[in-house]
């Protein structure tokens, strides 16, 4: 658990003076020396799903879905021999396992079946293979894994060019080949993050990255990722924009051709990914860059001024984190607090549930990091894309957003939850401790919720342990049964905290973290700001705070009209404060409730887009328009 939080943590030791580096191409990161020729690749244009800002420009690591990475693909010239000998070896082990293994399956699946196997040992065999690799060692001076990859990825390219389906399907023979002499090749490691070797930052291009993967990375050695899956909600995504990491996620099926790319441009601003860049990109991106740097440079400003409408009105901006070392960049970004503290990744990338001890240390730290400001901790939510080594929730079913998740997975493993609520109520001695439950669908959860965190406080109290007697406890909005009973909620509850991300989800029934459904979720949809607008309505009529702690929060484009929906408070990442300022300190209340009046009326997504960037626009006019 040490190492993980500790690369988080180096990471986010950072000043503002630090800031225009990382959202512009790492100065390290140097163009690998392109041999053009007629096997260099063609730029290519990769169109995904933007989770994570900035822009990120180096050469390429590919984790594929087995979890291998392939090393670095220039080599120098004295390194040939070695590669060759490589090559040699992990074709002819190849070779031999094939054989093997259509032995096997003759003895026992008969000759029909052995026959398949056979093909593929007599394609490793076939000496035009072994030779063609060979020669792009030698003359384009590159690994022998890419060497591999080049030709067998020709092949099948060529063979799903053809019109006869038959042939066209042996291109799935191939890559099995290609995979079977990978793996001699490759190694994964324990925890299925690629090895960054060497002293040059790289990009990584890989199918998935779980949270805790995400969260290992070392923003200083991996200065942008993308994927092949995943949403804009996910949580892989959340911890990329925690990390000032620019991220791209859902690009669908990329990492055959992704392989044979030697660098790569990863722009988290448009969701766009481009291997191999031509010069003329490349310029465009380094001059967007430093442009980028300027903007952000100028909204540092908006840092010490207060989120206040242009009518007087005081947005209270927090910020959302996962580790300790984040509080200082909210306050140095201005946030007057922090909305959302996600205690499970606590629990991610280890084998064993933290201790009371460990997590009373975190969680302190945390608050005297606030110096008296608020600090909302959300209590475990675990499951779903969450999963951690060492609880039963690993077996978590065929749809884990429905199931054993969040308050149910707490509820469910009472010595789990008494254990985080001792950290969390004796750390609430030191500060403005606020604690809420997530993914809470009925009153009966919240009741038991509520009464295990009485039960721990009478222990603490009994033992003589300092506690905040008059702790805020609040409700996390995620649900729509939670949304269409907040005016009961808001009889028991303190606050609520509206996480639009699930929020969202539920309501739209879309699986947040599945691309070939992303076009369905959308916060503009009638109907999640229909149930916002009522969470809101239930805890103005109970004198209940309400905050926005989901990704709607963070966006320029749904302020005014949370604003105007009545609500006060926001929290998001860190990065996002300054911006969010800019924008408050540009409304005007009455036109941000009649703007929200006016979506509420609205019957599509669509619609509602149209009417927001067009008052945005009206807002915040782009230079010399």
Same mark, same amino acid.
């Given at each position: 658990?040490?190492?993980?939080?500790?690369?988080?943590?180096?990471?986010?030791?950072?000043?503002?003076?630090?800031?225009?580096?990382?959202?512009?191409?790492?100065?390290?990161?140097?163009?690998?020396?392109?041999?053009?020729?007629?096997?260099?690749?063609?730029?290519?244009?990769?169109?995904?799903?933007?989770?994570?800002?900035?822009?990120?420009?180096?050469?390429?690591?590919?984790?594929?879905?087995?979890?291998?990475?392939?090393?670095?693909?220039?080599?120098?010239?004295?390194?040939?021999?070695?590669?060759?000998?490589?090559?040699?070896?992990?074709?002819?082990?190849?070779?031999?396992?094939?054989?093997?293994?259509?032995?096997?399956?003759?003895?026992?699946?008969?000759?029909?079946?052995?026959?398949?196997?056979?093909?593929?040992?007599?394609?490793?065999?076939?000496?035009?293979?072994?030779?063609?690799?060979?020669?792009?060692?030698?003359?384009?001076?590159?690994?022998?894994?890419?060497?591999?990859?080049?030709?067998?990825?020709?092949?099948?390219?060529?063979?799903?060019?053809?019109?006869?389906?038959?042939?066209?399907?042996?291109?799935?023979?191939?890559?099995?080949?290609?995979?079977?002499?990978?793996?001699?090749?490759?190694?994964?490691?324990?925890?299925?993050?690629?090895?960054?070797?060497?002293?040059?930052?790289?990009?990584?291009?890989?199918?998935?990255?779980?949270?805790?993967?995400?969260?290992?990375?070392?923003?200083?050695?991996?200065?942008?990722?993308? +994927? $092949?899956?995943?949403?804009? *909600?996910?949580?892989? @995504?959340? &911890?990329?924009? !925690?990390?000032?990491? %620019?991220? =791209?996620?859902?690009?669908?099926?990329?990492?055959?051709?992704?392989?044979?790319?030697?660098?790569?441009?990863?722009?988290?601003?448009?969701?766009?990914?481009?291997?191999?860049?031509?010069?003329?990109?490349?310029?465009?991106?380094?001059?967007?860059?430093?442009?980028?740097?300027?903007?952000?440079?100028?909204?540092?400003?908006?840092?010490?001024?207060?989120?206040?409408?242009?009518?007087?009105?005081?947005?209270?901006?927090?910020?959302?984190?996962?580790?300790?070392?984040?509080?200082?960049?909210?306050?140095?970004?201005?946030?007057?607090?922090?909305?959302?503290?996600?205690?499970?990744?606590?629990?991610?990338?280890?084998?064993?549930?933290? +201790? $009371?001890?460990?997590?009373? *240390?975190?969680?302190? @730290?945390? &608050?005297?990091? !606030?110096?008296?400001? %608020?600090? =909302?901790?959300?209590?475990?939510?675990?499951?779903?894309?969450?999963?951690?080594?060492?609880?039963?929730?690993?077996?978590?079913?065929?749809?884990?957003?429905?199931?054993?998740?969040?308050?149910?997975?707490?509820?469910?493993?009472?010595?789990?939850?008494?254990?985080?609520?001792?950290?969390?109520?004796?750390?609430?001695?030191?500060?403005?401790?606020?604690?809420?439950?997530?993914?809470?669908?009925?009153?009966?959860?919240?009741?038991?919720?509520?009464?295990?965190?009485?039960?721990?406080?009478?222990?603490?109290?009994?033992?003589?342990?300092?506690?905040?007697?008059?702790?805020?406890?609040?409700?996390?909005?995620?649900?729509?049964?939670?949304?269409?009973?907040?005016?009961?909620?808001?009889?028991?509850?303190?606050?609520?905290?509206?996480?639009?991300?699930?929020?969202?989800?539920?309501?739209?029934?879309?699986?947040?973290?599945?691309?070939?459904?992303?076009?369905?979720?959308?916060?503009?949809?009638?109907?999640?700001?229909?149930?916002?607008?009522?969470?809101?309505?239930?805890?103005?009529?109970?004198?209940?705070?309400?905050?926005?702690?989901?990704?709607?929060?963070?966006?320029?484009?749904?302020?005014?009209?949370?604003?105007?929906?009545?609500?006060?408070?926001?929290?998001?990442?860190?990065?996002?404060?300054?911006?969010?300022?800019?924008?408050?300190?540009?409304?005007?209340?009455?036109?941000?409730?009649?703007?929200?009046?006016?979506?509420?009326?609205?019957?599509?997504?669509?619609?509602?887009?149209?009417?927001?960037?067009?008052?945005?626009?009206?807002?915040?006019?782009?230079?010399?328009?």
């Amino acid at each position: 658990m040490t190492s993980l939080r500790g690369r988080v943590l180096a990471a986010h030791r950072r000043s503002d003076a630090d800031l225009p580096r990382i959202l512009t191409p790492n100065p390290l990161l140097r163009d690998p020396t392109v041999r053009r020729g007629p096997n260099t690749p063609k730029m290519q244009t990769l169109r995904g799903i933007a989770v994570s800002p900035g822009v990120a420009i180096g050469p390429v690591r590919v984790l594929n879905p087995k979890g291998r990475t392939l090393p670095p693909r220039a080599i120098d010239s004295k390194d040939v021999p070695t590669q060759l000998a490589r090559l040699d070896a992990a074709i002819e082990t190849a070779k031999r396992e094939a054989q093997v293994a259509c032995d096997e399956a003759r003895r026992r699946l008969g000759a029909q079946y052995a026959d398949i196997l056979a093909a593929h040992a007599r394609m490793i065999a076939d000496p035009s293979l072994r030779g063609e690799a060979r020669n792009r060692v030698l003359n384009d001076q590159i690994a022998a894994e890419h060497a591999v990859v080049d030709v067998l990825e020709g092949y099948a390219q060529r063979l799903e060019q053809l019109k006869d389906s038959h042939l066209a399907a042996r291109g799935a023979d191939v890559r099995d080949i290609l995979d079977r002499i990978l793996d001699h090749f490759l190694e994964r490691s324990d925890d299925g993050l690629p090895a960054v070797e060497g002293d040059e930052p790289t990009l990584i291009l890989a199918h998935d990255l779980s949270p805790s993967a995400t969260a290992a990375l070392d923003p200083t050695r991996v200065p942008g990722f993308a +994927t $092949e899956a995943g949403g804009q *909600a996910s949580h892989t @995504a959340i &911890v990329a924009a !925690a990390l000032e990491v %620019p991220a =791209v996620v859902g690009l669908g099926r990329m990492l055959d051709r992704a392989r044979q790319a030697r660098m790569a441009i990863i722009d988290g601003d448009e969701g766009v990914v481009i291997l191999d860049p031509d010069e003329a990109t490349l310029l465009r991106y380094r001059q967007a860059s430093v442009e980028r740097a300027q903007r952000f440079a100028s909204l540092a400003g908006l840092s010490t001024l207060a989120a206040e409408t242009q009518d007087g009105t005081t947005i209270a901006v927090h910020g959302n984190i996962e580790f300790p070392a984040e509080v200082a960049t909210c306050l140095d970004r201005g946030a007057v607090g922090v909305g959302l503290y996600r205690t499970e990744f606590l629990y991610l990338g280890t084998r064993r549930a933290p +201790t $009371e001890e460990e997590q009373f *240390a975190t969680y302190a @730290a945390v &608050v005297r990091s !606030a110096a008296g400001r %608020p600090v =909302v901790f959300r209590t475990l939510d675990l499951g779903a894309d969450k999963l951690p080594d060492f609880a039963a929730v690993a077996d978590h079913g065929r749809n884990p957003s429905l199931g054993l998740r969040s308050i149910r997975l707490s509820l469910r493993d009472p010595t789990l939850f008494r254990t985080q609520l001792r950290a969390l109520l004796r750390a609430s001695a030191l500060g403005d401790v606020r604690i809420m439950f997530p993914l809470v669908s009925t009153l009966g959860e919240w009741r038991r919720a509520r009464e295990a965190l009485a039960r721990v406080a009478a222990e603490l109290n009994a033992e003589e342990v300092p506690f905040r007697r008059d702790l805020p406890l609040g409700l996390m909005i995620e649900v729509p049964a939670a949304a269409l009973m907040a005016d009961h909620f808001a009889k028991e509850v303190d606050f609520f905290s509206i996480g639009t991300n699930d929020l969202i989800q539920y309501t739209m029934a879309v699986d947040r973290t599945n691309e070939t459904v992303a076009d369905l979720y959308n916060a503009a949809d009638p109907a999640v700001l229909r149930l916002i607008a009522r969470v809101v309505e239930a805890g103005a009529e109970h004198k209940r705070p309400v905050l926005v702690c989901g990704s709607m929060g963070g966006e320029p484009l749904y302020t005014s009209l949370l604003v105007g929906l009545g609500l006060r408070e926001l929290s998001m990442a860190p990065h996002q404060v300054p911006e969010i300022k800019r924008v408050v300190r540009a409304i005007h209340l009455d036109q941000a409730r009649d703007l929200a009046a006016r979506a509420l009326t609205l019957d599509s997504a669509g619609a509602v887009l149209d009417l927001l960037r067009e008052a945005l626009r009206t807002m915040l006019p782009e230079p010399g328009s």
